[in-house]
């Protein structure tokens, strides 16, 4: 069967909101809600076709756009690969050109729309922003806590409580602090044994590589709306990442780390072909900084994780 190659849009408002569109009930998933977009012809660039689509069904024309995330997914009746784009700014005044409803709703407000399947994925690449933070080492819980605070204030909205140098106790007392810090500003991805998850509401949890392995096949129960990521480093580990069903993961290195300057990195190139053909938003880690966005966008990633390189002085 051979897969239908599809150019979608995740349209952002000057506000911020997102602009849905329904599908009309006499076609394949029917009566759910959409990104816009359609069929990509044969010899055609996804950005020309995305553009086309959107005159067509939208009116509108895109002036500012960049790669999201590519989702391959098999219905029973058919094969898709949504090529997804972001789009910040366009031309022109959206409506429904062939009659279909259309919604501006809130990146949190997603969750109360049906979609298709394949666009879970679409759905968490379109809430999550394009850096991670991740906490840096031997820090107190005071510089911890400030720094938090400075980085929630620089517009930070996904990061990640790493203090190994903790004992259990004193990190969970960090946890709730940091988690109170968060609430209502930013996603805080807490790390450790997955039974205490449900301890800290609202929080998502970040799996080690091995916790990653201990859980193949195992399947996981998690509370409700919370994030489940997972550290990756080849392809065997997001193939369980994929198997799982998070919602993210890092890849890493893709360059030489101060952390850990024995292990081989990977290269851009080699973490783009991995990238190939995962469905779920990943970021970048290891050794770099919000320069290398847009080069992991290029890369086919959601963006970059850093610790030094994100870490506010």
């Known amino acids: 069967m051979k897969r239908i190659h599809v150019a979608a849009a995740v349209i ?7 602009l849905l569109a329904k599908r009309p009930v006499d076609t394949h998933q029917g009566g759910l809600w959409e990104f816009p977009g359609g069929k990509v012809e044969a010899g055609e660039a996804v950005e020309v076709a995305l553009a086309r689509e959107l005159e067509e069904e939208l009116g509108i024309r895109p002036t500012a756009a ?7 997914h098999d219905y029973p009746d058919k094969q898709v690969l949504l090529d997804v784009w972001e789009v910040t700014a366009f031309g022109g005044e959206p409506h ?6 259309l919604a501006w709703v809130s990146s949190a407000e997603l969750a109360d729309y049906e979609f298709p399947a394949a666009n879970r994925p679409i759905v968490v690449a379109a809430q999550l922003p394009d ?11 005071a510089q911890l806590l ?3 605070e400075l980085a929630l204030s620089q517009g930070v909205s996904l990061l990640q409580l790493r203090a190994p140098q903790l004992s259990v106790s004193q990190y969970r007392a960090l946890a709730e602090e940091a988690l109170s810090l968060c609430t209502g500003r930013a996603q805080l991805m807490l790390k450790g044994p997955l039974h205490a998850w449900g301890d800290f509401p609202g929080a998502g949890w970040h799996l080690t590589a091995r916790q990653l392995s201990e859980l193949a096949g195992a399947g996981v129960s998690r509370p409700a709306g919370g994030l489940l990521a997972a550290s990756c480093h080849d392809a065997r580990e997001l193939a369980l990442a994929a198997e799982l069903g998070l919602d993210f993961v890092t890849l890493s290195p893709v360059q030489p780390t101060q952390t850990h300057p ?10 783009a072909q991995l990238l190939q053909g995962f469905n779920q938003p990943a970021y970048l880690l290891g050794g770099l900084g919000a320069v290398d966005i847009e ?3 290029q890369s086919g990633a959601q963006g970059v994780a850093g610790i030094r390189g994100l870490w506010p002085d």
């Open 96 to 101: 429904g050109a062939e009659g279909q409803p």
């Open 131 to 141: 850096r991670y933070l991740i906490t840096p080492d031997n820090l107190s819980a």
């Open 262 to 271: 024995e292990v081989q990195p990977l290269g851009w190139a080699n973490a």
């Open 146 to 148: 400030q720094g938090i």
């Open 66 to 72: 960049r790669p999201l995330i590519q989702v391959r």
């Open 12 to 18: 952002r408002g000057a506000d911020g909101r997102i």
């Open 295 to 297: 080069r992991a966008w």
